[in-house]
C-alpha cells in the first residue's frame, strides 16, 4: 500500500525567504505526482503535477522536482508572501486513478 | 476557468438518515472522483467513475455508499444510514485522462 509522507508538518518562515517543502512515497511505481494548496475550510486547488517521466514542473514562484527512484519530491516555493500561507498537499497517482494523499505540510508566511 | 461545484457546502443530518452529496464536474471531463477528509487527517479516495460505471473503489467504500450520474452534468454521492464517524469533508473531483484532478470546495457532513 501506498504510504505518503509530508515533512514538516508544519513551519514558519519570514517573508521573503524561499520555502522547500518535502513529500515522500514509498512505493516507486508512480503514474504522476501533484501539489495542491489548502486553505483553511476551502477545497483543494491544483498547483503542479508532475509525470512520471519528469524530474521538474515550473510555474511562476513555485518548481516541483521529482526523483522516483528515491520516492521523493520537493515543493520550492519562491521569495515568499504572507499569501503562500496555507496546507500543501502531495499526492501520487499509481496504475489506476486514485491519489494517495500525504497529511500536508502546513505553512505559515511571517510578514 | 471552468470549476467543479459541490452543494451543498454544509449538510446536517441525523444520524441513521441518508444523505446524498451533489457536484457538477467540469463539462469536457470523463472522470469523476470522490474523496473524503476526516478533521486532522489524510485526504482518503473513496471511488472513482468513468463511461458510466464505477472504475475503482476503495475498502472505505462499501455498501453504504454509491455513485450516481443522473444526467449529463450531474454527479452524486448517496450515504445511506449514516454514522457519526461518517462525518467529514468530501470532495468531489474531475479530471482529463492523465491530467491533473480538479477539486470542488467540499461538503461538509455533519451527522449528529
Known amino acids: 500500500k501506498q504510504e505518503v509522507t509530508q515533512i514538516p508538518a508544519a513551519l514558519s518562515v519570514p517573508e521573503g525567504e524561499n520555502l522547500v517543502l518535502n513529500c515522500s512515497f514509498t512505493d516507486s511505481a508512480i503514474y504522476n505526482l501533484q501539489w495542491f494548496r489548502q486553505d483553511p475550510g476551502k477545497g483543494l486547488t491544483s498547483l503542479l503535477l508532475?509525470?512520471?517521466?519528469?524530474r521538474e514542473q515550473t510555474s511562476g514562484r513555485l518548481n516541483a522536482s521529482l526523483d522516483k527512484s528515491s520516492g521523493r519530491s520537493t515543493l520550492y516555493i519562491a521569495a515568499s508572501q504572507p499569501g503562500d500561507s496555507a496546507t500543501y498537499l502531495c499526492?501520487?497517482?499509481?496504475?489506476?486513478?486514485?491519489?494517495?494523499f500525504g497529511k500536508g505540510n502546513q505553512v505559515v508566511v511571517i510578514p | 476557468e471552468p470549476e467543479v461545484t459541490q452543494t451543498p457546502s454544509h449538510q446536517v443530518t441525523q444520524m441513521g438518515q441518508e444523505v446524498i452529496l451533489r457536484c457538477v464536474p467540469i463539462s469536457n471531463h470523463l472522470y469523476f472522483y470522490w474523496y473524503r477528509q476526516i478533521l486532522g487527517q489524510k485526504v482518503e479516495f473513496l471511488v472513482s467513475?468513468?463511461?458510466?460505471?464505477?472504475?475503482?473503489k476503495s475498502e472505505i467504500f462499501d455498501d453504504q455508499f454509491s455513485v450516481e450520474r443522473p444526467d449529463g452534468s450531474n454527479f452524486t454521492l448517496k450515504i445511506r444510514s449514516t454514522k457519526l464517524e461518517d462525518s467529514a469533508m468530501y470532495f468531489c473531483?474531475?479530471?482529463?485522462?492523465?491530467?491533473?484532478?480538479?477539486f470542488g470546495d467540499g461538503t461538509r457532513l455533519s451527522i449528529l
Open positions: 499526492a501520487v497517482r499509481q496504475g489506476n486513478n486514485r491519489l494517495a
Open positions: 467513475f468513468y463511461n458510466n460505471e464505477i472504475s475503482e
Open positions: 473531483a474531475s479530471s482529463e485522462i492523465g491530467q491533473p484532478q480538479h
Open positions: 508532475i509525470q512520471s517521466s519528469q
